[in-house]
């Protein structure tokens, strides 16, 4: 029944910033998570960052501290990711995520789960 659309994605130069959104619609849970995973080619899925709803309290991914911010929107149920200072590292699909318990997500267990956008970061 939860519907999450992202969007932002795109192809960016080294150095460049790009801002996911994430609507989530459907939702009825009263506390709940949202974040991010991403997936390179031939790599396993990794848990990005995640932003819980209650206390406002977020989670990163060590190698994208101090780059990446995760916010959101109250009234729109939608989470953003700012992403300054790309590398082509950070190449990969971006996949959206909620879960109604908030730990479980950081385990890289949500329930449910977007379809993916393409970032793409040239050298």
């Known amino acids: 029944q939860v519907q999450l659309v992202e969007s932002g994605g795109g192809l960016v130069q080294a150095g460049g910033s790009l801002r996911l959104s994430c609507a989530a619609s459907?939702?009825?849970?009263?506390?709940?998570?949202m974040g991010w995973f991403r997936q390179a080619p031939g790599k396993e899925r990794e848990f990005v960052s995640q932003?819980?709803?209650?206390?406002?309290?977020?989670y990163y991914l060590d190698s994208v501290k101090g780059r990446f911010t995760i916010s959101r929107d109250n009234a729109e149920n939608t989470v953003y990711l700012q992403m300054n200072s790309l590398k082509p590292e950070d190449t990969a699909i971006y996949y959206c995520?909620?879960?109604?318990?908030?730990?479980?997500?950081?385990?890289?267990?949500?329930?449910?789960w977007g379809q993916g956008t393409q970032v793409t970061v040239s050298s």
């Open positions: 995520a909620l879960d109604h318990i908030p730990p479980r997500m950081r385990v890289g267990f949500p329930i449910n």
């Open positions: 932003i819980n709803w209650s206390d406002l309290s977020t």
């Open positions: 459907g939702v009825t849970f009263s506390n709940f998570a």
